[in-house]
């Protein structure tokens, strides 16, 4: 046992510094040029584009428009109302509703009272915010509407004395009975806006969309609550707001007029495109990993000047005969959407997007390539048209890829 | 040569193990036995288990490049069958494959407008193991004939990389392989204190890969792997691609030769060996994905092993007669399919201890090899430290109820 321990003793620091030994791994400095991995470019520029219409939705749109700009025409907007439990105060008897202000709210220091629109009212549902064209209001009229004339216009500085923003306020307190009404099951408290002369006006408002309330359309009712506490009586005067749930500004596009050359991107046209790059299962070698993959187009700066986001997004079902004069009512191509879409700001000319995913994955033959729809981003100002070159020229279309293959 | 960092065959670096030192075929674990030469094992009295460890360190001194590892040389079990026969099971490395290249210069190409560094890196890991199912037959107290069942299996996994951009691009394989080789020893005794041994090796089933390519992908992560591990998802998504089917390679490795060793009884106690050796590899080695980085191999080696030892006594109770001793002195002249040679010459010592009347042994062994590359100007020095444990007890002998 002696002998045992003494060589247990012996070994132990011979293992110790074997198991603790520093398995170290210098790598060595080598001429790797036989390596079978190999960097190389593909570019593609006979891709082919072609415009189609589809009657514009503003309904995303940070702003509410009314009026005439750009040769666009938005001859009402559309401001609906929610439902609230602040409406049961007409019925309760300890709640007096003193008074009900509709409220908007411009950015516009120089809003004159007479440039402002009229207000109008329906206890009918008149629009859908996501789906409602100019195509539904062909034939629209006020004249089934309640007519709240203009607003008045109140100026809200800050307390540097610096504008802020403009208030446009309609009394609005005979509605009272309609929009309280019970015993209409199906009513909707729809607003609308328009111009009754027949000036060029043209005014922008904030939409639901810009903020979180604070400056959203809505409806302040001023009221009185009587309130019995013991043998006192305490009438607390205060008010209520109810935003909207939704508003739409209703575009006329006109007539359009297109080139061959260019392809245009406008939301307040309804201007799309469907662009075709010929990229298919063949065209990389097979293993290759695409690097980079930009597609490049390129503008006129003298039309467009301002930042513009562009969204492709590649096509998921069938082509079908695409007839750029007509305006379809609803976009007949869908697409895939995430992971695919991409978007980007245009600069100094160029929109460049990045399609790496989406040309990876052609190039696998995961996805079928059917083209991609170049569309504009719905927070664009609806009358920036963006127009990119899809000629001959040396700024027409194109891909550039850079791969990895083996 | 993995100072150079291409890998080596192990019994190409330094000891096979402890117990055996630098000599395979001649007696060293025992006066008469090598636990490296079956047609020896019928000499022993117990059955063994012995495991060896070893730390290596493969050095360049010109460009101070170190390579190190450690790990398992060789774990054996032996059992004699009554003096006349044996059989035993051994696992050990066969082929170190760790590889790790860089290039040597960055690179650049230019495209669209713009120009693009790169560097390209090369790293393998992985090796093949060897699995041996050994036997022995004594047929008089002059001849024996050993057999060794070799089975090689194992795999290896390598990245080939390209870093552009800010994250490398990285072309992932695994290779499978698997192979037969078969050894027959012969032992001859003709006289009292003069003993012949010979070994032939041949491949029932030379080396196969199974290749498997993994789709490139860029490694946007960094850990060379094909993962998705957020916030940052390898590219392409590892869902959306597919292996390339699995390539067979036949023919990797198909290992032929001899062996012939001599072991005299110098004194009692202390004898000289020698051992000398050819191996020739017949392996096609025509894959081209299999050749990088390197597209040369061994394709046949000579041997020279001399040794020197000492062994315990058997009965003695004195600590210097528990103790065994051998020294060597090994050559090896390796010259590859194209033209290029490698010659080795290497020492070795190794002292053993014997302990309690079963004949456990602890070995401690020291290996220091120089090669030279006649076409590399630098030397590469080779150190290996080894550490064995015999342990001896008697197996399937029913005992006595006590």
């Known amino acids: 046992m002696k002998m045992r321990i003494s060589i247990l003793r012996l070994l132990n620091p011979i293992l110790f510094s074997l198991f603790i030994y520093n398995c170290s ?8 040029d036989h390596s079978g991995l190999t960097i190389n470019t593909l570019t593609i520029d006979n891709i082919s584009a072609q415009n189609y219409s589809v009657a514009p939705n503003l309904g995303t749109n940070e702003s509410l428009y009314l009026g005439t700009k750009n040769g666009l025409n938005i001859p009402v907007s559309f401001i609906e109302i929610a439902n609230n439990a602040f409406w049961s105060y007409g019925f309760d008897s300890t709640i007096l509703i003193d008074s009900l202000h509709f409220i908007t709210y411009s950015k516009d220091s120089l809003l004159l009272q007479n440039s402002t629109p009229n207000l109008f009212f329906s206890p009918d549902s008149q629009f859908d915010e996501n789906t409602s064209t100019y195509l539904d209001f062909s034939t629209f009229s006020n004249l089934d509407w309640v007519d709240l004339d203009q607003p008045l216009l109140k100026t809200n500085n800050d307390t540097s004395g610096y504008y802020l923003y403009t208030e446009l306020i309609w009394g609005i307190d005979t509605l009272m009975e309609s929009l309280i009404d019970t015993s209409d099951s199906n009513l909707v408290r729809s607003f609308a806006l328009q111009f009754t002369n027949n000036d060029s006006n043209y005014i922008e408002l904030f939409s639901e969309e810009a903020t979180t309330g604070e400056k959203d359309p809505k409806i302040i009712m001023y009221y009185r609550k009587t309130i019995e506490s013991g043998d006192s009586t305490i009438i607390d005067t205060t008010s209520a ?6 508003d739409l500004s209703i575009i006329d596009p006109g007539e359009i007029t297109l080139s061959p050359d260019v392809i245009g991107l406008s939301n307040g046209k309804g201007l799309r495109s469907i662009i075709n790059i010929p990229l298919t299962e063949d ?22 000047n301002q930042t513009y986001n562009v969204v492709l997004d590649p096509i998921d079902n069938d082509s079908l005969a695409l007839d750029s004069n007509f305006v379809y009512e609803f976009d007949p191509y869908e697409a895939m959407g995430y992971p695919y879409r991409v978007s980007t700001d245009t600069e100094d000319g160029k929109c460049i997007l990045s399609v790496k995913e989406i040309m990876q994955n052609i190039s696998l033959g995961n996805v079928t390539n059917l083209g991609f729809k170049l569309i504009s981003n719905e927070k664009n100002d609806p009358f920036e048209t963006i127009w990119f070159d899809t000629g001959e020229s040396t700024t027409s279309a194109r891909l550039e890829i850079i791969y990895v293959t083996n | 040569m993995n100072a150079f960092g291409i890998g080596h065959f192990y019994h190409y670096q330094g000891l096979n193990n402890a117990m055996d030192g630098i000599t395979e075929l001649t007696p060293s674990f025992q006066s008469d036995v090598s636990l490296s030469n079956p047609s020896t094992w019928h000499n022993l009295k117990f059955a063994y288990l012995s495991l060896a460890y070893s730390g290596n360190e493969n050095s360049e001194k010109t ?10 040389s060789n774990a054996i079990w032996v059992v004699p069958i009554k003096s006349r026969s044996s059989i035993g099971f051994s696992l050990s490395p066969y082929l170190d494959q760790r590889i790790n290249l860089i290039d040597q210069d960055t690179l650049s190409f230019e495209a669209y407008d713009s120009t693009y560094a790169y560097a390209r890196s090369f790293d393998r890991s992985g090796g093949i193991l060897s699995f041996k199912v050994s036997t022995s037959y004594k047929f008089n107290d002059r001849l024996s004939l050993g057999i060794n069942y070799n089975v090689l299996f194992g795999s290896s996994r390598q990245n080939e990389s390209i870093s552009f951009g800010g994250n490398p691009v990285v072309q992932s394989s695994r290779i499978k392989y698997n192979g037969i080789t078969n050894d027959v020893y012969i032992g001859l005794s003709l006289l009292k204190d003069l003993r012949f041994y010979a070994k032939y090796t041949f491949s029932m089933k030379p080396l196969e890969a199974a290749i498997e390519k993994k789709h490139l992908f860029d490694d946007v992560n960094g850990n060379g792997y094909h993962d998705y591990i957020p916030p940052y998802y390898d590219f392409p998504f590892p869902d959306s691609i597919n292996a390339s089917p ?17 072991h005299k009884f110098l004194m009692d106690r202390t004898a000289f060996s020698m051992e000398v050796g050819r191996m020739k590899d017949n392996a096609n ?19 020279l092993k001399v040794s020197l030892l000492h062994y315990p006594g058997n009965f003695s109770l004195r600590f210097i007669d528990k103790l065994n001793f051998k020294g060597g002195v090994t050559y090896y002249e390796h010259l590859l399919k194209f033209d290029d040679e490698i010659t080795e010459l290497g020492f070795s010592i190794g002292v ?14 020291y290996y220091f090899g120089n090669r030279e590359y006649s076409n590399i100007s630098g030397k590469e020095f080779i150190q290996q430290i080894q550490i064995g444990i015999s342990l001896a007890d008697l197996w399937f002998v029913k005992r006595r109820q006590k």
Do not use: C
Not at chain 1, 25 to 32: A, G, I, K
Not at chain 2, 250 to 261: A, C, E, Q, V
Not at chain 2, 352 to 365: A, V, Y
């Open chain 2, 246 to 262: 699995e390539l067979r390679v036949s023919n990797l490795h198909d290992p032929t030769g001899f062996k012939l060793g001599v």
């Open chain 1, 283 to 304: 065209s990389l070698p097979a293993g290759s990993v695409i690097r980079s993959a930009e597609l490049i187009l390129n503008y006129d700066t003298t039309i467009t």
């Open chain 2, 63 to 72: 460009s101070s490049l170190s390579n190190g590892y450690s790990s398992l």
């Open chain 1, 241 to 246: 707001t109810i935003y909207s749930n939704g």
């Open chain 2, 285 to 303: 080695n025509e894959n081209p994905f299999l050749q990088f980085p390197m597209p040369n191999w061994i394709n046949s080696t000579n041997s």
């Open chain 2, 352 to 365: 053993g201890f014997k302990f309690k009347p079963i004949g456990n042994q602890i070995d401690l062994s």
């Open chain 1, 25 to 32: 791994e210098d790598p060595l400095v080598s001429n790797l």
